[in-house]
């Protein structure tokens, strides 16, 4: 697998795509912002990401994961500035950017941008061409808008945790930050939005996303089934349906592994017990119609599991799947990042970071087709492109020493 060679960086606002053109003025940190605004600067827009001269705090993060792979994966393809927006100075090249941009995308916590002045009515009312994108944890208003957030806690108090585990055990978190993507991408797709009332017609909305509210969708299953249950409902189910309304549908055991097997229709159940050797299960009354496989979810897991057992895992995700049965193979993470299909695709990539050495990243989960791709870029050091991007603001290298040298950028 090769390495890519070194990507020269872009020129402001020269990168191909479909938001070709549009600039953004990048406020955010952590996850579900900075997403986000990969997703825009992937699709081709001048992402401007600007820091505190400490940095984003994805930068100082420690311990065995560290913040490498994912500050680096997060934060491709943006320009790198610093400023102090403590000082006034800092304050006023942050507006003077924002003249430039279409979009300013903040996910600070409600109520700290308006006392920096530049909240959404007071945005509105300077800035009448600028997109105001705000990326919250429980909303800009209501009785927990003041409350901090982060993935951990927003699966708790949303209920993923309640939701993630089996009936007899705690509670436990999803091992993905999916609160976080899941805000960034509707994020993404608020500002895309946006972006198209205001080519059609000239008006200019504000957006804002909350985590709470983007995670709600997902829980549907679940939901469904505490909306019909007891006082003394557990939610969580295992590796079962969510809401126990598919049946087959668990993480079978394999002679060197694990599967995951759905079977959403009886075609699909059909074809798993004939690609098992199980035709007696199929000609079964009891297990013709879904309900029936439902009533009987214990015998037909037991079935599967003992058929399942006989073969290899990749073995049995290729028959299955061949078969017109719906399987995956529980591959281990480092069997997905060292995938070849993956990385011939495109979608990962291994790179030399000139900061964080050797690592596996991933382009974008968007696809243009009849569009130039944008050249993938590394993720650029603090501060990388600030005299770039304030000489494009028209000041000159002496402002900029100064600048520097109070704290200022």
Request: include cysteine; hydrophobic fraction near 40%; aromatic fraction near 8%.
């Amino acid at each position: 697998m090769e390495i890519d060679a070194a990507v020269e960086p872009r020129e402001s606002g020269a990168g191909r795509g479909p938001l070709h053109g549009i600039r953004v003025v990048d406020l955010t940190r952590v996850y579900s912002g900075p997403y986000c605004t990969f997703l825009l600067a992937m699709a081709g827009a001048d992402v401007i990401k600007v820091e505190p001269p400490e940095g984003d705090s994805l930068r100082n993060r420690k311990g065995p994961g560290g913040a490498a792979l994912p500050f680096a994966m997060l934060n491709a393809n943006k320009r790198m500035v610093t400023l102090n927006l403590k000082e006034e100075r800092g304050w006023l090249l942050l507006r003077s950017l924002m003249a430039t941009a279409d979009v300013l995308v903040e996910n600070f916590r409600p109520g700290v941008m308006d006392r920096m002045g530049l909240g959404r009515d007071a945005v509105r009312a300077g800035f009448p061409r600028l997109i105001y994108a705000s990326a919250s944890g429980y909303g800009s208003d209501g009785p927990y808008r003041d409350y901090p957030a982060m993935d951990l806690t927003m699966q708790a108090f949303g209920g993923v945790m309640d939701s993630t585990g089996f009936p007899d055990q705690p509670p436990v978190k999803a091992g993905a930050a999916l609160v976080d993507f899941l805000a960034g991408a509707h994020l993404y797709g608020a500002i895309v939005t946006a972006l198209l009332r205001r080519e059609r017609d000239g008006h200019v909305i504000a957006t804002e996303v909350a985590m709470l509210d983007s995670l709600y969708p997902s829980l549907a299953s679940s939901l469904g089934l505490a909306m019909r249950a007891g006082d003394d409902f557990v939610a969580r189910t295992g590796n079962r349906h969510s809401g126990l309304s598919v049946c087959p549908y668990n993480v079978y055991p394999a002679a060197d592994g694990y599967v995951a097997i759905i079977c959403n229709t009886n075609l699909n159940w059909q074809a798993l017990v004939r690609a098992l050797g199980r035709d007696d299960l199929g000609a079964d009354a009891r297990f013709a119609t879904m309900a029936g496989r439902i009533a009987h979810m214990d015998e037909i897991d037991a079935e599967i599991a003992r058929e399942t057992r006989r073969r290899g895992r990749d073995e049995l995700f290729r028959l299955l799947n061949g078969a017109g049965a719906i399987c995956g193979a529980v591959r281990t993470l480092r069997e997905v990042i060292d995938d070849p299909l993956l990385h011939q695709g495109g979608l990962l990539r291994k790179i030399n970071h000139p900061e964080y050495g050797e690592l596996v990243v991933f382009r974008s989960a968007l696809r243009f087709f009849g569009e130039a791709e944008c050249a993938y870029e590394r993720s650029h050091a603090l501060g990388a492109d600030s005299d770039r991007v304030f000489r494009e603001l028209g000041l000159d290298d002496e402002e900029l020493a100064e600048l520097r040298s109070t704290g200022v950028i």
